[in-house]
């Protein structure tokens, strides 16, 4: 239940925004394979103490992408932590993994963390600027990345990240065509649901972040890719 490789559909909850109890509750019980509580600006060990308190009541599988050490906690089903490969600055490559598992190494229980070849295309979006990274890639350039994600890093997960934006989907089958085993997640200003089956036929997994907030009813249809 928890393993990625089985999940769909993932909705992304930003800890820095505030969602009513009942928006909350028709999330969780939407039939989503699982709540990924991440964001990029003001996550602190508060807020994200409170959303997975509040993400419990329901059943459904709760997992935090780390973004900050602070408010990397426990208690989550699962833990995921993005490598940011097309950033300019080592500390997003592995500065920060390092320095979480210099602190904490001695109570993680691995079996619990999975590392995502993270890669970031919206030069506008927030993670772009704070990770500095090189968005400006072409088809070959992410399969490239997806090749080293699957054959020389061996992670389980690649994530292509739009935040903020719909992506171009050639460009996501760029990196899906040289994958086999690693999972394909996509991100990105999915608003609707033919936007979802769009990216769906390309992905293996897809995320729905900000439409929670601006549109929830297109947010709730997006579950029906599930097979
Ligand atoms: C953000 O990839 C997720 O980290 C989802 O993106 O918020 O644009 O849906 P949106």
Known sequence: MYEIQDWQHIFKLDPAKTISDSDLELICESGTDAILIGGTDNVTMENVLDLMSRVRRYPVPCVLEISNIESAIPGFDHYLIPSVLNSHNVHFHNG?????????????????????????LNANSKVAQLTDCNTALSREDVAAYAEMIEHL???????????GTYGDVQIVKAAKDRLNRTRLIYGGGIDSLQKAQEMFEVADTIVVGNVI??????????VKVRG
């Open 96 to 120: 920060l993994l390092h320095e979480a598992v210099k602190q904490m190494g001695h109570m993680m229980d691995f079996d619990l963390f999975t590392m995502e070849g993270y890669i970031v």
């Open 213 to 222: 907030y601006s549109d929830l009813k297109s947010a709730l249809q997006t």
């Open 153 to 163: 890093y061996g992670l389980k997960a690649m994530y292509i990240e739009y935040s």
